[in-house]
């Protein structure tokens, strides 16, 4: 039997809902065969996901919004001045922007009353002279007529997702959440390096489906570390899958179409995603932030990290290379490559709870589980002002399920001690 998900609501003081989500059954065993295959546009019938339509929109948004990035990817380096510095030091490309517009734009056409949360607006772009360039990217990859498409139309695309475009109520809503690039830093670092293009849908304060697409994940199951895996130095057509989640209908995955080579024909079946079956926090894979080293994590009293070994000692963990971004761990986590990601709140950097939406309900309906380290699931809804910001306990912990509240146990004896 396919292992199903119960979801339940908690409704906030401010008239929101947090998402908690318990599984009714547990994900198979390692050992036990796990492959399910579908041949369809979804794969799961549409009488089974109320929001098959809108799913279908995202799928279809998503994979062209990678197919822009991977050609701007090829032209970074050898074009001046397509890499921009915002304030805060980020790398912000054409590809931000021109996936953001590209998004905005299809998800408009099929939904139009649907509001959008993302990350850029136009003024940055405009005072950097990156418009014509963007319009162009785009107008190279929608599925409408380009000739129709002006700057304004690229524009107002963009301000759709603003910061101030979307104004939470006192009564939940439904908006869209995009995070157009999710670890840019290693988009510019070229095609060994994982990104994320990340678009959820939010009803009524529950997460209820998620696209996530990686143009640089490597296919290939015979990888025998995440860095062998990972090294690859080309846009091979065994890189790229997009990973979809529903919720109640599980987490699934296909490779992406090849978005370089048209005449080469991949398959487009679509494979069931489960969290790995690991039951003890000694034999589990983890993952951490780039930015973060695992002695700044409290877990490192009690072992010591190993990079991508298969020869683990005793009082030692499998630490999996780091990648830039947050999105490609959870997709690590929801497809049962690594076990836990964990991340720790620091005062001098905010943590965005939107950012975080596709990859919890891919990892959920992969029978894992989401939460802060105190063990309370993240609420959407925490910040009442710019509706994007939250302070995590401690940090967020996403694991398989089997090991989170060791790992929660762990980590409050070894704070409490400190």
């Known amino acids: ?27 198979p065993s390692p050992l036990r065969s796990r492959l399910f295959i579908v041949r369809s546009n979804l794969p799961f019938p549409n009488e089974k996901a109320k929001y098959h339509r809108e799913l279908e929109a995202a799928v279809e948004a998503v994979e062209r919004a990678c197919r822009l990035c991977v050609h701007v990817q090829r032209s970074l380096f050898s074009v001046e001045g397509r890499i921009i510095e915002k304030k805060d030091q980020t790398p912000v490309t054409v590809a ?14 099929s939904f139009p009353s649907i509001p959008l949360v993302a990350e850029e607006d136009s003024g940055f772009l405009r005072s950097n002279n990156l418009v014509d ?36 109520g006192t009564k939940p809503a439904t908006y869209w959440i995009l995070d157009p690039i999710d670890g840019t830093r ?38 025998k570390s995440t860095t062998h895996a990972q090294s690859y130095r080309n846009s091979s057509p065994g890189l790229g899958i997009i990973m979809v989640a529903h919720v109640g ?16 024909k991949i398959s487009s079946d679509w494979t069931r995603c489960f969290v790995d079956g690991f039951c003890l926090v000694s034999d589990a894979r983890f993952c951490i932030p780039e930015s973060q080293t695992w002695e700044s994590l409290p877990l490192s009293v009690l072992y010591k990290a190993r990079i991508d070994d298969d020869n683990v000692g005793d009082k030692e ?17 929801a497809s049962g ?8 709140a620091r005062s001098e950097k905010l943590i965005k709870v939107w950012d975080h939406a596709v990859g919890m309900i891919c990892v959920h309906e992969a029978g894992g589980k989401v939460t802060d380290w105190k063990g309370r699931e993240l609420d959407l809804a925490a910040d009442k002002v710019e509706r994007r910001i939250i302070y995590p ?21 070894i704070s409490s001690a400190v």
């Open 1 to 27: 039997m396919i292992p199903a998900m119960d979801l339940h609501l908690l409704r906030s003081s401010t008239g929101f809902s947090a998402i908690r989500f318990f599984p009714r059954y547990p994900s």
């Open 96 to 109: 931000d922007f021109g996936v953001q517009a590209l998004i905005s734009l299809e998800l408009s056409k």
């Open 133 to 168: 360039p963007v319009v162009s990217a785009v107008s190279d990859h929608m599925s409408f007529n380009k000739k129709s498409l002006s700057h304004d139309d690229v524009l107002e695309a963009i301000d759709r997702g603003g910061k101030n475009a979307f104004a939470m």
């Open 186 to 223: 290693g988009f510019v670092k070229g095609s060994q390096a994982l990104y994320v293009v990340g678009l959820s849908l939010v009803v009524e304060g529950e997460i209820v489906l998620g696209v996530m697409g990686c143009p640089n994940w490597v296919v290939d199951a015979t990888y």
């Open 249 to 264: 209908c599980g987490t699934w995955k296909k490779r992406l179409k090849n978005m370089l080579d048209r005449s080469t």
């Open 317 to 333: 963990i499998c630490l999996l290379s780091a990648f830039c971004g947050s999105l490609c761990k959870y997709l690590m986590v």
């Open 337 to 344: 490559r690594a076990s836990v990601f964990i991340l720790r």
């Open 393 to 413: 306990e401690g940090g967020i912990l996403v694991t398989n399920g089997k090991i989170h509240n060791e790992t929660l146990e762990m980590i409050s004896s």
